[in-house]
């Protein structure tokens, strides 16, 4: 079977990464990777991105909700 | 995956401080999951406003569901769909509709510029013209910043579909079966989603490196000349 086109490794690396590409996909996509230093460069450009989503901070509740929330579990009829 | 693994309590001893009353369990989950809740409301209304409410109406929800709570879900996904049902409703009285059930034109088609490859009739036809330029090493605190910032924005301008997915996957953390049983969508298209979506949001860094790289370039000469 041929070599992956790097046009064609770029579609894979998010299957690749949940471990959803079946065994010959997978052998021509680790392949690839060891083979061409671009490739490699945008998977761990990739790798970095999904990283970099995981550092996101966030705004929580604002304090009135919050506070109107505790209440109403306090006192919700049992 | 899940920061909150080590510390948190089981979902078990969770479900039984809330059924009874105990107000410190339920400051915790408040607290811990009402940030992501809010994020993910956003995408299916149309105001921060309408999502804080959609929050406060989930949280509601849940506290006159968790007697019924039979635990087949993870106590947090549980809460995620009534969140998503919630949000859905919500985004539809508003004039938001989003079709969840099929792909449609603005996921399909290559997730990289098909420029960036050499062309038919080239030797190498489907290989990088030119490798993607290396980027800096996100060291600097000044650096990271910058960089949540321009992540922030490129999720902001996904298609909400897309936004939604990456926002569970890879800020949230939740698993690909998760996502698919929060949004009832098939492994197949969840995986559509985010790879698009991570590769649009990969491609708006490297305009960022790029162009601060380019900056910082000419910013040098400008000193020296």
Redo the contacts between chains.
């Keep these: 079977m041929r070599d992956l ?4 490794f ?2 894979l ?3 690749y990464l ?1 471990g ?1 590409l079946d065994a010959e996909s997978e052998r021509r996509f680790v392949g690839h990777l060891a083979l ?4 490699e ?2 998977f761990d ?2 790798r ?3 990283g ?11 304090a009135a ?2 506070d ?3 209440s ?3 006192d ?1 009829p ?1 | 995956m899940d920061v909150e693994a080590d510390s948190f309590p089981s979902d078990e001893v969770l479900v039984a401080r809330l059924r009874a ?1 105990d ?1 410190v369990a ?2 915790l989950v ?2 811990a999951w ?3 809740m ?2 993910l409301a956003r995408s299916f209304v149309s105001t921060t406003d309408s999502a ?1 409410e959609v ?2 109406e989930t ?2 929800a849940v ?2 569901g968790i007697g019924r709570f039979e635990g087949r879900s993870s106590l947090r996904t549980w809460v995620y769909r009534i969140l998503v049902n919630t949000a859905k409703r919500r985004g539809v009285r508003e004039g938001r509709t989003v079709p969840w059930s099929s792909l449609t034109t603005e996921d399909e088609g ?3 510029d ?1 420029t ?2 050499r062309g038919p009739g080239d030797p190498f ?4 013209r030119e ?2 330029a ?2 800096p090493s ?1 060291e600097q605190e000044t650096l ?1 910043d910058e ?2 910032a321009q ?2 924005r490129a ?1 902001a301008e996904l298609p909400d579909r897309q936004r939604v997915v ?1 926002t569970l996957r ?2 949230e ?1 939740y698993g ?1 079966d998760e996502v698919c049983s929060i949004l009832s969508i098939t ?1 197949a298209n969840q ?1 559509v989603l ?2 698009r979506a ?2 649009f ?2 491609s708006r ?2 305009e960022y490196f790029t162009t601060v790289e380019a900056a910082r370039g000419v910013g040098g000469e400008a000193v020296t000349s």
């Excluded at chain 1, 061409?36 to 490739?39: E, L, R």
């Excluded at chain 1, 970099?52 to 604002?62: A, M, Q, T, V």
């Design positions: 086109n790097c046009n064609e770029v579609e690396v998010t299957a949940d959803e061409c230093d671009g490739c460069r945008y450009q990739f970095q991105t999904i970099s989503l995981g550092d996101l901070r966030g705004e929580g509740l604002p909700a919050r109107a929330l505790l109403a579990f306090r919700r049992s | 009353r107000e339920f400051a408040l607290d009402s940030t992501g809010l994020r804080a929050v406060q949280w509601l506290l006159q290559p997730t990289v098909p960036r490859f036809a489907g290989h990088w490798f993607p290396a980027w996100p990271a960089v949540r992540v922030a999720l990456i890879d800020v953390g690909s492994a995986r985010l790879h991570r590769a949001v990969r860094l490297e």
